[in-house]
């Protein structure tokens, strides 16, 4: 695998559920980011971390649990979510959190909330 | 609040021709701006960047185009292929911002053979 992969591609879930997101960088970056990206919309920043450490948080919702358990991985875990959060989440990973660190984006997980 | 916007939601265009989408931007203190391509199923790609001590750049038959007095960025295709078809957005941040990029919405480039 190169990139920036997650997993799965699609989800869809019921507001009571819970369920993950998976994001897995191949690159050797150090910054991971999720991003969620609503129809019509600009892309949102949701988090971001640097070496497993959250820096950024922007204004999320509770119901988004962020994890980075190594500069590898990036998960978001999901629980009782609204169908306003039914978008594309994009994870994204960079070799440092700087503006000039050009980001790499995976193919995102479509959310359909129910 | 600052936002960064594009003229146009969707171009056509036909195989060969240039192409050229835009976008305006409001915060004067962005002093680097990129464009993404979105193809459908994927997630967006880096295509060229800009800083703000610059008016033009140039990349593999793209180029960028910078106007700071009127705070307008364009991205030029030149020969555009099938291949293009994409969504492209811009997006903008500053000295300082950390990794905080403000994005446009985005503009559907289709491509007519």
């Known amino acids: 695998e190169t990139g920036v992969t997650q997993t799965p591609r699609h989800l869809v879930m019921g507001m009571t559920n819970k369920k993950s997101l998976k994001c897995e960088q191949h690159?050797?970056?150090?910054?991971m980011y999720w991003y969620k990206q609503s129809a019509k919309k600009p892309l949102e920043l949701m988090f971001v971390?640097?070496?497993?450490?959250?820096?950024e948080n922007n204004s999320v919702p509770s119901r988004f649990s962020p994890e980075c358990p190594n500069s590898s991985h990036l998960f978001l875990h999901l629980h009782t979510l609204q169908p306003e959060d039914s978008a594309l989440y994009l994870c994204?990973?960079?070799?440092?959190?700087?503006?000039?660190?050009?980001?790499?984006f995976g193919p995102g997980t479509r959310l359909t909330v129910t | 609040g600052e936002s960064v916007g594009l003229h146009l939601p969707t171009l056509s265009v036909q195989e060969g021709d240039n192409s050229i989408i835009n976008c305006a931007y409001s915060?004067?203190?962005?002093?680097?701006f990129i464009w993404y391509k979105q193809e459908s199923g994927k997630g967006p790609q880096f295509i060229i960047d800009?800083?703000?001590?610059?008016d033009k750049r140039q990349g593999q038959r793209v180029t960028v185009l910078l106007n700071k007095t009127v705070k307008h960025l364009s991205l030029q295709i030149a020969a555009t292929q099938p291949g293009d078809s994409a969504v492209y957005f811009c997006?903008?941040?500053?000295?300082?911002?950390?990794?905080?990029?403000?994005f446009g919405t985005g503009t559907q480039l289709k491509v007519e053979l």
């Open positions: 994204a990973s960079s070799q440092g959190v700087d503006v000039f660190y050009e980001q790499y």
């Open positions: 690159l050797g970056h150090n910054a």
């Open positions: 971390y640097s070496l497993e450490e959250r820096v």
């Open positions: 915060n004067s203190a962005s002093d680097y």
């Open positions: 800009i800083r703000s001590n610059m």
């Open positions: 997006a903008e941040t500053y000295t300082g911002g950390g990794n905080k990029l403000t």
